[in-house]
């Protein structure tokens, strides 16, 4: 399946990896971070500039389906991270473990379970459209379907717990904030589905919901309105929509 290509608003990009910096500051010990799992970044980059915050420069796997954005995110994060070494992987999340090393010292990924799902609804339906209309009706359309999102809600997490038990990893970093499609009014049944499947991976860390909080109390942009209303406040910067700790031991 091909996504859709859009470009990146780079004011944005900067923000939301200020928000992962202050996370990986406060929650993770960095000088012990010499190694990265990135799952399916599409053609963002919020994460590599996270990384050159703290002077990453290591190696970095990045996870992604798309031929075309593995080919960007190799030039594009060679160029925000020059010191670190960048390793795509065209392969599915399932897939990608056997490109792996066998220790991780920190996975991390944003927005990412709302594609996971409705990638997989595409390839159930044999819908390859992927324009961003055909995406709203596939999840009012999938939402119609509960027996369905059910069962790829267990398959996207059963994929979560077993890289988690193929890779041994020490920190796990997750975002999952409201889409701006959510925002526009045109569905709120990504919501809806996406955080089932997002409490469930959930319980695959032990977090420290107090320093999420810390770290998310963070405002770059001062007092920018733009970065001050409820989408931001409530949504990015809302603990509730982040997986930040350690993964649990089985």
Known sequence: MQFFENLADDEWEWYIGKLYTNI????????????????????????????????FCGMIYVIDENKNVCEYIKDKYSKILPMATVVVINESFEN??????????????????????????????KNNQTSQNDFVLAWDSLAKNPKIYNHIIKGVYNSFIKFFNKISIKYVAIAQYESNLYFKNKTNNIKKITQKCFEKVKYLVDED???????????PFGEDKRYLGKELLSNTQNAKNWIVGEVKRQ
């Open 209 to 219: 919901k107090n320093k999420i909080k810390l770290a998310l109390n963070y405002y």
């Open 96 to 125: 990608s473990i056997k490109h792996l090393p066998k220790q991780i010292d920190l996975f991390v990924s944003n927005h990412s379970l709302d594609d996971m799902i409705i990638s997989k609804y595409f390839t159930y339906t």
């Open 24 to 55: 990986f500051m406060e929650c993770f010990s960095i000088n012990n971070i010499n190694s990265v799992v990135e799952l399916a970044p599409g053609f963002r980059y919020k994460i590599a500039y996270a990384l050159k915050d703290i002077k």
